[in-house]
């Protein structure tokens, strides 16, 4: 079965330290891999995808195929990072349906 | 290009009654995914459609349905509406397989 575990619900760091949000997943083949970002009152949005290995609002994701693994990672946190991160597996057997994990609310705190 | 539109933004309901939500895409994408979104449960996938056709489906009872119009305009319905059905509902839309999705705003839906 497809499942996605982020085991942090929620995180608090300082601005200027760094920030690790975990993700852990259990997928059947190989699926392309997302960090979604939810800001307070805005709508769900991509922050980054794995393939592209871009780094978007400094934040970077590496894909850990033996560990399973995507931690979304950034060096020195600002307060505008403060949102809900969601990491989600896509497109098994062909489908775009993306297994959401429950989600990190990080805040940082200034 | 105007992004996910989803109509209405909120809707009070009854139990036992049924309820359509809409959702348009994104101009060109011909793939569009409803997702049930709440406290306890987080983000649960209900249905994904490509060009006019169900791929997919998630684990929920069939009282939820939906559809795709050949504009890709996607409609979802809820029959015999039961309090847990409270939700946000979100609709995404995108161009191909494996590209990211784009989320509307949602449809806010509460059973009294």
């Known amino acids: 079965a497809q499942r996605v575990t982020q085991p942090e619900k929620l995180l608090s760091v300082f601005k200027g330290a760094p920030v690790e949000l975990k993700c852990n997943y259990s997928y059947s083949g190989s699926p392309e891999l997302f960090w979604y970002v939810q800001y307070s009152r805005q709508r769900l949005q991509l922050l980054l995808r794995h393939i592209s290995r871009e780094s978007i609002k400094g934040f970077t994701a590496d894909l850990n195929k033996g560990e399973t693994s995507f931690h979304l990672k950034k060096p020195f946190a600002q307060e505008e990072d403060s949102a809900m991160y969601y990491c989600?597996?896509?497109?098994?057997?062909?489908?775009?349906?993306?297994?959401f994990g429950k989600g990190t609310k990080l805040t940082v705190n200034p | 290009k105007a992004g996910v539109t989803q109509t209405p933004r909120y809707l009070i309901k009854t139990r036992g009654q049924q309820v359509t939500l809409s959702c348009s895409p994104i101009s060109g994408h011909r793939s569009v995914s409803w997702y049930q979104q709440t406290p306890g449960q987080g983000l649960q996938f209900l249905f994904e459609?490509?060009?006019?056709?169900?791929?997919n489906k998630g684990n929920f009872p069939g009282r939820f349905s939906g559809r795709q119009f050949s504009n890709s305009r996607s409609e979802m319905n809820v029959s015999t509406l039961e309090l847990g059905d409270s939700a946000l509902y979100l609709c995404a839309s995108s161009s191909e397989i494996n590209q990211p999705q784009h989320f509307g705003d949602g449809t806010r839906l509460s059973i009294l």
């Open positions: 989600a597996p896509s497109g098994q057997g062909g489908s775009e349906k993306l297994v």
């Open positions: 459609y490509f060009s006019e056709t169900q791929r």
